[in-house]
């Protein structure tokens, strides 16, 4: 299994461009999400998933968009990435919402 | 509503000496509690988790941590540090639904040889 997957590692964009992250994961997980780290912050919801099909907005979603068509995925989209938006990404997915989540390796974002 | 407090922003230990890592945590509803760790530059790692089973809960590498409810604490301690353990490491906890995970700021563990 590769677990869970990220794209890209790291990704530089200018004010006002989109971009979206990949997220996959193999391990048939119903629960998916995206966090944001920020120094000294710890790592802050952004969005998740339940199921294919469901999302819902976490604690910071302004600014981005997802989407859940199959199991696997669970794209981040940057609509007009902003310089508040340079943070590190990450991944997550579990069975279920209360379980021991997996992370992927992370996407280093600058946004100029 | 959930939330998560890390007692100490930075902790130092000698190689070899005991570590505690403090974490206070709130929650409406039956916790699930856990601890990761991210070594620089990594992913992270789940060190243990507590779901509503024996309360002194056994993780990897040596670590282990203590549910008590009546003093709403999830500290994490290890007998003997390693220069290895030098990392963050994050109290989490989850009430399920639209909270997720909640991460506490982190505690930066350093290890003086």
């Known amino acids: 299994n590769a677990g869970v997957t990220q794209t890209p590692k790291f990704q530089v964009l200018k004010t006002g461009q989109s971009m979206t992250l990949q997220c996959a994961q193999d391990?048939?997980?119903?629960?998916m999400s995206w966090y944001r780290q920020d120094p000294g912050m710890g790592l802050r919801l952004i969005h998740y998933?339940?199921?294919?099909?469901?999302?819902d907005q976490g604690e910071v979603p302004n600014g981005y968009n997802v989407s859940r068509s199959t199991t696997e995925d669970f794209p981040l989209r940057l609509l007009s990435a902003a310089p508040s938006q340079t943070s590190v990404y990450f991944c997550?997915?579990?069975?279920?919402?209360?379980?021991?989540?997996?992370f992927g390796p992370g996407t280093r974002l600058t946004v100029l | 509503a959930q939330s998560v407090t890390q007692l100490d922003s930075h902790v130092s230990v000698s190689e070899g000496t005991p570590v505690l890592l403090r974490c206070n945590y709130s929650s409406s509803y039956s916790p699930s509690l856990f601890w990761y760790v991210q070594h620089p530059n990594k992913g992270l790692q789940l060190l243990l988790k507590?779901?509503?089973?024996?309360?002194l809960v056994k993780g990897i590498n040596g670590f282990e941590a203590e549910f008590k409810k009546s003093e709403t604490s999830f500290h994490l301690t290890k007998p003997s540090a390693h220069m290895s353990d030098a990392a963050e490491y994050f109290c989490v906890v989850t009430g399920g639904g639209a909270d997720g995970l909640t991460f506490g700021k982190g505690t930066h563990l350093i290890i003086q040889p």
């Open positions: 998933s339940v199921g294919a099909g469901i999302t």
């Open positions: 391990m048939n997980h119903e629960y």
């Open positions: 997550a997915s579990s069975y279920l919402e209360m379980d021991e989540q997996f």
């Open positions: 507590y779901t509503s089973a024996a309360t």
